[in-house]
């Protein structure tokens, strides 16, 4: 088992590109999780999807949008990126209700 | 919506003293509590979790106690190695449909040799 995968590693982009990371889970586990990390500000929660086919806003949705695409992937999205959105994104997933969550490797997103 | 709050930031202790890290939480429907051990540059992992039916729990030198009236729990870490050095998030959820994990900001914990 992988567990779950994060693409791409790093990334730098210019401020008003976009791009799509990409999140993926072997375990089966019916929701998913979009986590941003900045120094002294914790894991915030971007976006989740609780089921296959349903996502909704978390802590600091904006500028942000997502896909479950099926119920192994979960991507997100940034349509025209900004300085404030340069952070370490984290992808987690969970199978539900007292179980342990699950976090990708991360990706190191710098915006210029 | 939830707010957790974390005490202290940082944490400064000697190699076999013991760590206490506090967290509060706003919400009474939070009925799980999981906390987390990031080390520098890698994923949080999952070191030990409290649900609500249970005001304490231990694993080896960890422990964590809950006060449900108080809206308050707490991770201890008895006889500390240089290892144990890491930032240490405290978490709550209700645990219904959205399952959502709400973090506290995080503890750097310092274990000096």
């Known amino acids: 088992n992988a567990g779950v995968t994060q693409t791409p590693k790093f990334q730098v982009l210019k401020t008003g590109q976009s791009m799509t990371l990409q999140c993926a889970q072997d375990?089966?586990?019916?929701?998913m999780y979009w986590y941003r990390q900045d120094p002294g500000m914790g894991l915030r929660l971007i976006y989740y999807?609780?089921?296959?086919?349903?996502?909704d806003k978390g802590e600091v949705p904006n500028g942000y949008n997502v896909s479950r695409l099926n119920k192994r992937e979960f991507s997100l999205r940034l349509e025209s990126a900004a300085p404030s959105q340069t952070s370490v994104y984290f992808c987690?997933?969970?199978?539900?209700?007292?179980?342990?969550?699950?976090f990708g490797p991360g990706t190191r997103l710098t915006v210029l | 919506g939830e707010n957790v709050e974390q005490h202290p930031s940082t944490l400064s202790v000697q190699e076999g003293d013991s760590a206490v890290i506090k967290c509060t939480y706003s919400?009474?429907?939070?009925?799980?509590f999981p906390w987390y051990k990031q080390e520098l540059g890698k994923r949080p992992q999952l070191i030990i979790d409290?649900?609500?039916?249970?005001g304490e729990k231990k694993d080896q030198r960890i422990a964590v106690t809950l006060n449900k009236t108080a809206k308050h729990f707490s991770l201890h870490i008895t006889e500390t190695q240089p290892e144990d050095s890491a930032v240490y998030f405290c978490?709550?959820?209700?645990?219904?449909?959205?399952?959502?994990?709400?973090f506290g900001t995080g503890t750097l914990l310092a274990v000096q040799p």
């Open positions: 409290i649900r609500s039916n249970v």
């Open positions: 978490a709550a959820s209700d645990g219904g449909a959205t399952n959502k994990l709400i």
């Open positions: 919400d009474s429907a939070s009925n799980y």
């Open positions: 375990m089966n586990h019916n929701s």
């Open positions: 987690a997933s969970r199978a539900g209700g007292w179980n342990e969550q699950f």
């Open positions: 999807s609780a089921s296959e086919g349903t996502t």
